[in-house]
């Protein structure tokens, strides 16, 4: 059962283009939405999180929007640049109460490709 | 600050054997994760070890199992592999068991044939 669906699976924008990867979760009880950036050969390394106490959280380049009705969050990423090239995965996951882990269950990917 | 390190990097099995995987920790995380990466998929949780004891499962056998030592480092056991196994498996540490972030190694890429 997916959880945290994933769109598009592969995308190609030109360098300085705004690169849009959007995620959809059916868990009402996920709280913590992470964006890992992950390069070939590499393990996935954080990119950007938020929590669904506020919409946006904006860190450089990168940007999450998150809409808590309609269950989606997304990964917007200025000014795009050849560097960017990796494959990009969102996650979420439960708070620890209840005996919950703080596992991640991720979407399916992303391969981002910034044409020079 | 040491990252988190896995062995073997690659390894190859045939069907049935058995493999162990190893995991250090980042300094400082008591909290061990374990994934496996099918190619072209998402990482998916195997299990998570907190202070030396199993704290939360996957959708995994029971022929997935795993240990974690005093000192935080993890081993994840595969016993009877089966071709479908071969993946890319991930060890992630983290400081608790608070959402927050995981920190990945590189992986061991196992194939099985």
């Known amino acids: 059962q997916q959880q945290v669906k994933q769109s598009p699976q592969s995308l190609i924008v030109q360098k300085g283009g705004i690169s849009i990867i959007n995620c959809a979760y059916e868990n009402t009880a996920f709280d913590y939405f992470p964006w890992y950036q992950q390069f070939p050969g590499k393990g996935p390394a954080l990119l950007i999180a938020?929590?669904?106490?506020?919409s946006e959280k904006k860190e450089g380049r990168f940007t999450i929007s998150f809409n808590k009705s309609a269950k989606q969050f997304s990964l917007h990423i200025m000014d795009s640049q050849p560097g960017d090239s990796a494959t990009y995965f969102c996650a979420a996951s439960r708070g620890n109460y209840g005996g919950a882990t703080n596992k991640l269950i991720f979407g399916t990917g992303t391969l981002l490709a910034v044409q020079p | 600050e040491t990252g988190v390190t896995q062995s073997p990097t690659h390894l190859i099995k045939t069907r049935g054997q058995q493999v162990t995987l190893r995991c250090s920790s980042q300094?400082?995380?008591?909290?061990v994760s374990w994934y496996q990466q099918a190619l072209g998929q998402g990482p998916q949780f195997i299990f998570q070890?907190?202070?030396?004891?199993?704290?939360g499962r996957g959708n995994f056998p029971p022929r997935f199992s795993g240990l974690q030592f005093p000192n935080y480092s993890s081993e994840l056991n595969v016993n009877a592999l089966e071709l479908d196994d071969s993946a890319l498996y991930l060890c992630?540490?983290?400081?608790?068991?608070?959402?927050?972030?995981?920190?990945f190694g590189e992986g061991s890429r196992l194939t099985v044939l």
């Open positions: 300094s400082g995380h008591n909290t």
């Open positions: 938020i929590r669904p106490d506020v």
């Open positions: 992630a540490s983290s400081a608790g068991l608070v959402t927050g972030e995981l920190f």
């Open positions: 070890y907190y202070r030396e004891e199993e704290n």
